[in-house]
């Protein structure tokens, strides 16, 4: 994903690459989908690849939608 891939935003949002910085929101947001269907998450196990969003987003399309403030 590029920031400059016309993704016909709304005005203020931005799209960018997924970085290990993002990290810690990425699986709140996981861990939370898996709670709501009743899952567990397992960050030792089937979920160690969101310790490293960097190495898993070469084979995956992972980006991110912010608003500029």
Known sequence: MTESANLNLP???N???ASNG??????AVVFDA?????LAPN????DADL???ERITGATAVGL???KM
Do not use: C, K, N, V
């Open 15 to 17: 799209a960018r690459p």
């Open 43 to 46: 960050p030792a196990g089937t």
């Open 34 to 38: 898996l709670r709501e269907y009743g």
């Open 65 to 67: 939608l912010s608003l």
């Open 11 to 13: 005005l203020g949002w």
């Open 22 to 27: 993002d990290a810690d929101a990425i699986r």
């Open 51 to 53: 310790d490293d969003i």
